[in-house]
């Protein structure tokens, strides 16, 4: 039995771009004119027809190259480098000048992101604690 994941895996490859560029299913789904369960049928395929494709990688801004093309490796290197206009090779289409170099940092969006999660934990927290302490006030009543 091998663990080995095959390199050519279309729908991961634009399930992990549609990451990349903080995109929900939804969004994508919606772009494409489809629902969201399409949207996860589609990430979850090996191969899907040229034309779907060509939606998908309009959809993303990207080029169908881009998406056939696109390997974690390539990504770590293209993020590493910051002066590297090239994805695996494949000039991203993003509608932008391509010479422009990254304008964040990816852990600072992944910190932010914790950071909202810890603050949505502490308001949920306190909201169920609320709600303790007014269900004591109602048995006290009794």
Same mark, same amino acid.
């Given at each position: 039995?091998?663990?080995?994941?095959?390199?050519?895996?279309?729908? !991961?490859?634009?399930?992990?771009?549609?990451? %990349?560029?903080? =995109?929900?299913?939804?969004?994508?789904?919606?772009?494409?004119?489809?629902?969201?369960?399409?949207?996860?049928?589609? #990430?979850?395929?090996?191969?899907?027809?040229?034309? !779907?494709?060509?939606?998908?990688?309009?959809?993303?801004?990207?080029?169908?190259?881009?998406?056939?093309?696109?390997?974690?490796?390539? =990504?770590?290197?293209?993020?590493?480098?910051?002066?590297?206009?090239?994805?695996?090779?494949?000039?991203?289409?993003?509608?932008?000048?391509?010479?422009?170099?990254?304008?964040?940092?990816?852990?600072?969006?992944? =910190? #932010?992101?914790?950071? #909202?999660?810890?603050?949505?934990?502490? !308001? %949920?927290?306190?909201?169920?604690?609320?709600?303790?302490?007014?269900?004591?006030?109602?048995?006290?009543?009794?």
């Amino acid at each position: 039995m091998s663990t080995v994941t095959k390199q050519n895996h279309i729908g !991961r490859k634009i399930s992990r771009i549609r990451e %990349l560029k903080d =995109m929900k299913q939804e969004a994508l789904a919606q772009a494409l004119g489809i629902s969201q369960q399409s949207v996860s049928a589609i #990430e979850n395929s090996e191969t899907i027809e040229d034309e !779907r494709l060509e939606e998908v990688a309009k959809a993303l801004g990207v080029t169908v190259e881009a998406i056939k093309n696109f390997s974690e490796e390539g =990504m770590i290197n293209y993020f590493n480098t910051f002066n590297d206009s090239t994805l695996s090779g494949v000039i991203v289409n993003t509608g932008t000048n391509t010479n422009s170099n990254c304008t964040f940092n990816p852990l600072d969006k992944l =910190m #932010e992101s914790v950071e #909202e999660n810890k603050k949505l934990y502490e !308001r %949920l927290l306190q909201s169920e604690k609320d709600k303790i302490e007014y269900l004591e006030k109602l048995l006290q009543a009794k």
